[in-house]
């Protein structure tokens, strides 16, 4: 019953192939819904189109209080049934892109709705137009002020992938499960990608970090 | 007796306090002056032990200033603490924030602690907030229900941080009545303030701080018509100014 | 569409139910008493407790669930610990549990001005008598819409436990799915039951969310000079 630590290392390659697998699908997923889930946030705030804004709040709604699982399994086992037969890696991508919208949905509206009233007057009152105001206005202090609620939701969509494994996408998760499954040296297979996984976690946090602070902090604190 | 022997305080590099000596006898009523940053309220939260002391000894009644919790309980037990920003807390009753102490230190019986906040909202002026919630009050009437929370230990001592810094000007007198009050009953205090007429009224002993140090200590008229040092000549010229102005 | 099959595996499907529940609600007792305790023992002052604590909180909360599930279930068996499936599960859901709200605690401890902290010492309360009179009280209004939307979310991932094996609701509809050939169907039933727990407590965050957010307003005096900034890492 000894433990190998140096089998995981020997296995480097492998694990680095499912990690680069991880963050591509996440980057992916997180640009699509963060720019899906902005234009979902609209819809939700100005409850208007009129005939857009139910579809959209019950999508948002369904995609937050039902499991990823649950999602993923209902569009790759259910669409065939209708005709409908995805990869498991398409598949796997647009469940968790729109999954994710709904939750950027919600954390943009709840910005937009936090700015306070006095900014779209004084906006509007120097002649910006709605759209100006928006775009120029209250949206860039939107992203400032929900900044780290971005940043979780992002470390939550690279969580997210790792479910995919069940479709056996080839991401980090699936390489563990597969290597332990041919191994059996399932301590250290796992006690490593949790390591690399929290590494991923890490940096994640850490660049969002200084992003805020190149970007929005000079602007923001008192001297 | 409060005695302060050599203390010295430090925030990182800086000095807050240097070599401060200090005697205050039972009955003084004395009021601390002196521009930001001069080290007033360290000296005063120094003496509850809520800054530590780097060098130097601060006795209560003869007892050690020290970082013993059990000691410190005895000591704390004789200095009521008024702060600056008032510290009720927000989920407890008005009667619940004063009765904690009596009820949990003193341990002393529900009939008497009844009588005892009565007596102590009787003697702030707020008996019919009894039940209120500190939210529910205003900024003055939150001060007052300090005073009251600390006057329950039936302290020795009251030492008051800035009492009124934090309130608007309107609320301010009804503070300061209290505190006159609790002057004339013979407490033994230190008053933090920046309201020179009324340290001028109530103080018997004025103390002048700057820099971290005592520069002069005196009885107010001395300090306030005729000071020695030059320090204070200026700072009571620059506070006069503004009262003036603001007329 | 065809329903017709719901009637023949109603039984099954609310046991399954039942589990799910079973699960989340195991998980949420012991992750709080178990993260209530870690969450407090962060802020004291003894480093190699901080230190270590530190460490399981990080790992728990940096690494995806499915993960800590497969290391615990296939890594116990692999060093010779046999325990139960369902205990491994539960042991899992704790753990994480447990992270999360010993997170969510300690941030709301640290958030209490340290004023509260003084005044207490000033009239004499020990450590214990103000954790429980004056701290705890008070992070519990502001720790409840996180709390909440905490067990909403793990109330989901005990879908997770269905790909080692338990015997949840997802685990039992796949045996449904293939019974049936009606997979469509049999995770839209699946996904309305999710919805029918989860929404309810998605409103109840909502209303609590406005409640505080209303009293809020003149609680502590405010420092003019207090930027108020949200905090990263807090998922």
């Known amino acids: 019953m000894f433990l190998d630590w140096l089998f995981p290392i020997m296995h480097l390659p492998e694990f680095l192939g499912g990690a680069l697998v991880t963050l591509e699908l996440s980057i992916a997923a997180f640009l699509l819904s963060l720019f899906l889930g902005t234009l979902f946030s609209l819809v939700r705030y100005s409850k208007k189109p009129r005939l857009l804004y139910p579809l959209v709040t019950l999508i948002v709604e369904v995609m937050r209080n039902t499991p990823l699982l649950v999602q993923l399994f209902f569009v790759y086992f259910g669409f065939p049934q209708f005709g409908i037969l995805l990869s498991p890696t398409v598949a796997g991508l647009s469940v968790i892109t729109i999954n994710s919208s709904a939750y950027y949905s919600e954390i943009i509206r709840g910005g937009i709705q936090s700015i306070s009233k006095g900014q779209w007057e004084a906006a509007r009152s120097i002649g910006l137009s709605r759209a100006q105001v928006f775009t120029r206005i209250i949206f860039p202090q939107v992203i400032r002020d929900v900044f780290p609620s971005i940043t979780n939701q992002l470390v939550l969509v690279v969580f997210g992938t790792s479910v995919l494994s069940t479709l056996d996408v080839k991401e980090l998760t699936q390489v563990a499960s597969i290597l332990n499954s041919q191994s059996f040296r399932s301590l250290e297979i796992f006690v490593f990608v949790m390591l690399l996984y929290y590494g991923i976690t890490e940096i994640t946090l850490t660049s969002s970090r200084l992003a805020y602070k190149k970007w929005f902090a000079p602007r923001t604190e008192r001297r | 007796m409060i005695e302060l022997k050599d203390v010295c305080v430090s925030f990182g590099k800086l000095d807050v306090l240097k070599n401060l000596n200090l005697t205050v006898n039972k009955g003084d009523v004395v009021a601390v002056i002196g521009p930001s940053g001069s080290g007033k309220s360290t000296m005063l939260r120094a003496i509850n032990h809520l800054e530590v002391i780097k060098s130097g000894s601060i006795f209560v009644d003869g007892e050690q200033v020290t970082s013993d919790e059990k000691k410190m309980r005895a000591i704390r037990q004789k200095l009521g603490m008024v702060f600056q920003l008032f510290n009720l807390f927000p989920h407890l009753t008005v009667y619940d924030n004063i009765a904690l102490n009596p009820r949990l230190i003193q341990k002393l019986k529900k009939e008497d602690i009844d009588q005892l906040v009565d007596d102590l909202l009787k003697k702030v002026g707020l008996e019919e907030k009894k039940f209120s919630y500190p939210p529910q009050l205003s900024g003055g009437q939150m001060q007052r229900i300090a005073i009251a929370r600390a006057l329950a230990m039936k302290p020795d001592y009251m030492l008051f941080d800035e009492p009124t810094s934090a309130l608007d000007p309107e609320l301010i007198g009804e503070v300061l009545l209290v505190i006159r009050k609790l002057a004339e009953e013979g407490m033994t205090m230190i008053i933090v303030t920046h309201e020179m007429n009324f340290a001028k009224e109530i103080a018997d002993r004025i103390l002048m701080m700057d820099d971290g140090i005592i520069i002069e200590d005196g009885p107010p008229e001395e300090i306030f018509t005729n000071p020695k040092n030059e320090r204070t000549k200026s700072f009571l010229r620059t506070i006069t100014e503004r009262e003036q102005k603001k007329n | ?235």
């Open chain 3, 1 to 235: 569409m065809d329903f017709s099959w719901l009637p023949r595996y109603s039984g099954l499907i609310t046991k399954s139910l039942f589990m799910t529940l079973k699960l989340s609600g195991l998980a949420i007792v012991f992750g709080m008493i178990l993260g209530v305790i870690v969450g407090v023992l962060l802020t004291s002052k003894v480093k190699p407790i901080k230190y270590i604590l530190r460490a399981y909180v990080e790992l728990f909360r940096g690494a995806p669930l499915l993960i800590q599930l497969f290391m615990v279930f296939f890594g116990l068996a692999y060093i010779h610990i046999n325990i139960s499936l369902s205990t491994t599960v539960i042991l899992v859901f704790t753990l994480y549990t447990g992270a999360y709200v010993a997170e969510i605690t300690r941030s709301g401890i640290e958030s209490i001005p340290t004023g509260q902290w003084e005044a207490a010492h000033s009239i004499g309360l020990n450590y214990f008598q103000i954790m429980r009179i004056v701290i705890l009280p008070q992070i519990i209004t502001i720790a409840l819409p996180s709390l909440i939307g905490f067990f909403i979310g793990m109330t989901k991932d005990t879908s997770l436990a269905s790909i080692i094996g338990y015997s949840e609701l997802v685990k039992n509809a796949q045996t449904v799915m293939t019974t049936t050939s009606r997979p469509f169907e049999t995770y839209i039933v699946v996904g309305i039951l999710y919805f029918i727990i989860c929404y309810p407590m998605s409103r109840f965050v909502v209303f609590v969310e406005d409640r505080i957010r209303r009293r809020q307003k003149g609680i502590y005096p405010v420092n003019k000079t207090m930027v108020k900034r949200e905090e990263f890492g807090s998922a």
